[in-house]
């Protein structure tokens, strides 16, 4: 069972008439590309045919559909953003060129790895990394992030790092999408830091029609995984704020997911260790799977 549909930001979702109508593909079985994704040999519980939506962007979804499928689960695609180029890559290709001038480059997500790699001048600089899942990608294109020792990785752990402490004078650029959050740059300016940032691909809110995807939930979908606040809003946006999505179990990636998870209205939350595909399937085994905690009801 495979699902597929697309948002981030409630500012970013369109309110005009959906353009695409995926329903004919809607609920189709989709062979995946010979070797394509990380998820299928992580093997780690027996999920009983949980049916599992994921939101993440195709390109991003089909490590984490393997592992759910190998784990016996359903994996429902339903990608709510669109990741594309800027509409004028030039204005930040310059600035990726000139990236020898910058004492410490910060890449926000996967998404500005890909986007950004194959133009950024990397010499003596210090290289970061938010996100697990940054770091091994940028280590595939043999560049080594520091990593803060036993830390969550995400822009306040980083943050918290002795490795960004003194900053006076520093240059640093933040590598990123459009519209991301400001507290990585606006902290380091206030220690000293000069900051630029490089936003090299943008997100968008696709126009879909979900309405097949609400006729089939109750029978389907069993949970739902986000890994943005942009992607909840998104969700919500797309589904009209259905009172059977806020009824759906959701596992986010932070606190701070959880908190605006709570205040959109979702009612049962669990909290992940990360976003990797090992750290979501072990949330998803703890709550429904062969190995769930023992203080935790089913749905």
Same mark, same amino acid.
């Given at each position: 069972?495979? @699902?597929? @549909? ?140 520091? @990593? ?65 995807? &609400? ?30 999505? @806020? ?33 979501? &399937? ?18």
């Amino acid at each position: 069972m495979l @699902l597929l @549909l697309a948002p981030e930001s409630r500012r970013a979702c369109s309110t005009r008439e959906p353009t695409r109508f995926f329903n004919d593909f809607i609920m189709t079985r989709l062979p995946l590309p010979p070797g394509e994704g990380r998820g299928e040999g992580i093997q780690q519980c027996n999920l009983h045919g949980l049916g599992v939506l994921i939101t993440r962007p195709p390109h991003q979804a089909l490590p984490l559909y393997e592992a759910i499928k190998s784990n016996s689960g359903k994996p429902v695609l339903f990608p709510t953003v669109e990741i594309t180029s800027p509409p004028d890559p030039a204005l930040y290709k310059q600035q990726l060129e000139n990236a020898a001038n910058y004492d410490d480059l910060i890449f926000i997500s996967p998404n500005a790895v890909t986007y950004a790699i194959a133009d950024i001048a990397i010499t003596r600089q210090r290289i970061f990394a938010i996100g697990g899942t940054t770091a091994n990608i940028l280590q595939q294109y043999h560049v080594q992030p520091l @990593l803060p020792t036993g830390a969550k990785a995400d822009s306040e752990s980083l943050l918290a790092s002795p490795l960004l402490g003194d900053m006076q004078g520093r240059r640093v650029l933040i590598i990123r999408g459009n519209g991301g959050r400001a507290l990585l740059g606006d902290t380091l300016i206030k220690r000293g830091a000069l900051v630029d940032y490089a936003e090299v691909y943008q997100r968008r809110c696709p126009d879909i029609d979900a309405s097949l995807l &609400l006729q089939k939930w109750p029978q389907e979908i069993d949970a739902v995984i986000v890994t943005s606040n942009a992607i909840i809003d998104n969700l919500l946006h797309l589904c009209h704020n259905n009172p059977v999505v @806020l009824k759906t179990p959701l596992v986010v990636i932070s606190q701070r997911m959880l908190k605006h998870a709570q205040e959109r209205g979702f009612q049962q939350i669990q909290v992940a260790a990360g976003a990797a595909e090992p750290e979501l &399937l072990d949330t998803l085994c703890h709550r429904w799977g062969d190995n769930r905690d023992a203080d935790v009801v089913q749905k």
